[in-house]
């Protein structure tokens, strides 16, 4: 399938790409022949028409126990005591209750980048991944989740030392993988803050926009491209390889699509978005995976917290 990713960029056919996690699962489709059953958003590029929804609706969620969040967060703190891994995404399900399906949920829900797949699974995430245009190519990681109504939010999730040093090593994660495939690397902006929509609250979250530029014949190989950078630093940790290895030993799930990437190059450009904000029809029931980045600064309460805070369906 990385082959074919690159035959339609040499083709210069407009496509639809979807990765899985462990990329085990990679789909590839020119979007004049894109099933009906699969539709997306990235910025103001779609397949369908947004809803409003106009009714109220049941969603409850089933948190797993923290006891079993601390038992794998506390494994987590030991492989970074033990030098293995600075940085990890430790993510769980979460069983969901809904009287909206799949494509309802899409259909009312706000984000920048959305994808409904085939009644599988939905996600409407708020993380880019990578955009090129004109032989650059730009990364947007998002690491620092804080609730926006708080008092000065905005200064206490800056000015916290371990969201800090958790988004310092995420921008140098990205700023390596860049080099595999690309030059001249450049952060173009620090830890600049973004609203979003969660369910009844706001959260603010901290990106930060690194650039780089790539050869004029990037559109023949972005099969390659896109293999070399995934799965995406955001949500694994760093070093890479070795916290995938503990990430594949610590969680008792597999992420399948989620965490993974999708995105849309339309003849000329390219875009794409993280999966995350991620629901998953198993057999006739939901779940929502969710997690965040560890660190040995993190605080086992507050990061079950977050967990927790990511399982909402962002509609409007």
């Known amino acids: 399938m990385i082959e074919k990713i690159n035959q339609l960029g040499q083709n210069r056919e407009p496509f639809l790409f979807i990765i899985s996690y462990d990329k085990q699962n990679i789909f590839a489709k020119p979007l004049k022949d894109l099933d ?3 539709l997306y958003k990235l910025n103001s590029q779609r397949n369908y028409k947004q809803q409003k929804i106009d009714s109220s609706y049941y969603f409850k969620k089933y948190p ?3 006891e079993t969040y601390k038992k794998s967060f506390t494994k987590v703190i030991e492989e970074i005591k033990c030098g293995n891994t600075y940085l990890l995404n430790l993510t769980f399900q979460t069983p969901i209750k809904t009287d909206l399906s799949l494509k309802e949920i899409f259909r009312y829900s706000r984000a920048d980048y959305k994808l409904y797949f085939k009644d599988k699974f939905i996600c409407f995430s708020p993380e880019s991944f990578i955009k090129i245009e004109n032989n650059q190519i730009s990364t947007y990681p998002m690491k ?4 926006a109504s708080l008092t000065n939010a905005n200064e206490q999730i800056l000015n916290n030392q371990k969201e800090m040093a958790e988004h310092i090593m995420i921008v140098d994660l990205m700023r390596n993988d860049l080099g595999i495939v690309a030059n001249s690397i450049k952060v173009e902006k620090f ?6 929509k969660a369910g009844d609250k706001e959260l603010l979250q901290v990106s930060s926009h690194i650039k780089a530029n790539l050869s004029n014949n990037w559109k023949d190989n972005i099969g390659n491209i896109l293999d070399k950078l995934t799965p995406a630093g955001s949500i694994t940790g760093t070093p890479k390889q070795k916290t995938i290895e503990i990430i594949e030993n610590i969680e008792q799930y597999n992420r ?3 965490t993974g990437i999708f995105g849309i190059f339309d003849g000329e450009r390219l875009n794409s978005a993280v999966m995350i904000r991620f629901i998953e029809k198993e057999n006739s029931n939901l779940v929502y995976k969710s997690g965040g980045g560890i660190t040995l600064d993190s605080d086992v309460k507050s990061e079950y917290k977050e967990l927790i805070d990511k399982v909402y369906l962002p509609l409007g």
Request: hydrophobic residues 35%.
């Open 36 to 38: 009906k059953d699969i």
């Open 64 to 66: 797993i126990p923290f």
């Open 144 to 147: 620092g989740t804080i609730d």
């Open 191 to 196: 830890r600049y803050i973004q609203k979003i």
């Open 256 to 258: 399948g699509f989620y």
